[in-house]
């Protein structure tokens, strides 16, 4: 399994972002999925879990204001990240079926 992560970027405070993870290779629908993060200086952390029936879980930093999904159809699981604070500022990646994504980065900052 390969992943790929897209959609990181700067933005303001306030702001949002949608983060992507694609899949390829061999994936199962039933996988659990997690964003993590890692800021500059400090351990990975995780942000956000989903199931392979769609439950979620979210770190309390995050809970209310990033939201995650999956589209098993297009292998894909998405971070939808609201109301973004400097906080949220780390490189983010995508954990599935065992395979780590190689990250990408969120910049909050005005």
């Known amino acids: 399994v390969r992943l790929v992560e897209s959609g990181g970027g700067l933005v303001q405070p306030g702001g949002s972002l949608r983060l992507s993870c694609a899949a390829s290779g061999s994936i199962l629908s039933i996988s659990v999925a997690t964003w993590y993060r890692q800021a500059p200086g400090k351990q990975r952390e995780l942000v956000a879990t989903i199931t392979g029936g769609g439950g979620t879980n979210y770190a309390d930093s995050v809970r209310g204001r990033f939201t995650i999904s999956r589209d098993n159809a297009k292998r894909t699981v998405y971070l939808q990240m609201n109301s973004l604070k400097p906080e949220d500022t780390a490189v983010y990646f995508c954990?599935?079926?065992?395979?780590w994504g190689q990250g990408t980065q969120v910049t909050v900052s005005s």
């Open positions: 954990n599935w079926g065992g395979a």
